[in-house]
């Protein structure tokens, strides 16, 4: 079985400019999180879909940062403008389902560089 | 505040030794994970605790919930080289949200 597929794997960009990341999940998996983790840290959890639908999105900034998964199945996550503090790597992880107890995978993150 | 703090941050230590670490919160849990992340990959599931003073063991791997359900250890025996990596401890709040504590760097040395 394949798992979660993230793309590019490295990025680095100067401030102020855009990027974007894409994520495939196991297929199947209906549940779809975005994790930002910042070198020495835990991953703290971005955004959350049910298929289509964004479940958790309370520790997004959503004043530079977008996220859609528009048929259920993959996704993209967009910094516009990027800051210098947006540096970590970019996880993506999906799920079966979790409220039966369905382990999350993740993916091996997209590091990204702002100059 | 950290809602789930762990120690220590960062532990070195020679192959075959023993060690421990924790995971510690103010809050109680229904269920706790741990999970390891080597460098350019993403985290791994190791174990999904659930009942208060429950002990799991994965081959040199012993986890333990606390009573209360608001701690967790994670004891390695005899550590060797491919022990080495993050250790996260996490649980999850309201809608299935994961939430990750802040993470144990170890490194053992051959």
């Known amino acids: 079985e394949a798992g979660v597929a993230q793309s590019p794997r490295y990025k680095i960009i100067e401030k102020r400019q855009s990027v974007a990341f894409w994520c495939n999940p196991i297929?199947?998996?209906?549940?779809l999180y975005w994790y930002q983790q910042i070198l020495g840290q835990g991953p703290k959890l971005l955004i959350q879909?049910?298929?289509?639908?964004?479940?958790?999105d309370s520790q997004l900034p959503k004043d530079r940062f977008s996220a859609e998964r528009l048929k259920g199945v993959d996704s993209t996550l967009k910094i516009q403008p990027a800051k210098l503090e947006d540096s970590a790597v970019y996880l993506c992880?999906?799920?079966?389902?979790?409220?039966?107890?369905?382990?999350?995978?993740f993916g091996p993150g997209t590091r990204l560089t702002v100059l | 505040t950290q809602l789930l703090e762990q120690s220590p941050q960062f532990l070195s230590i020679q192959e075959g030794e023993n060690l421990t670490v924790y995971c510690n919160s103010s809050?109680?849990?229904?269920?706790l994970q741990w999970y390891r992340q080597e460098p350019g990959e993403g985290p791994v599931l190791l174990v999904t605790?659930?009942?208060?003073?429950e002990v799991k063991k994965l081959k040199r791997l012993t986890f333990q919930f606390g009573d209360a359900r608001k701690d967790s250890s994670l004891h390695i025996t005899a550590a060797q080289p491919g022990d080495t990596g993050l250790y996260l401890c996490?649980?999850?709040?309201?809608?299935?949200?994961?939430?990750f504590g802040t993470g144990t760097r170890l490194k053992v040395l051959a």
């Open positions: 992880a999906s799920s079966l389902n979790p409220l039966a107890g369905d382990t999350q995978y």
């Open positions: 297929s199947g998996h209906a549940t």
């Open positions: 879909f049910q298929n289509n639908g964004v479940v958790d």
């Open positions: 809050s109680v849990f229904s269920s």
């Open positions: 605790v659930v009942t208060g003073g």
């Open positions: 996490a649980v999850t709040s309201g809608t299935y949200k994961y939430i």
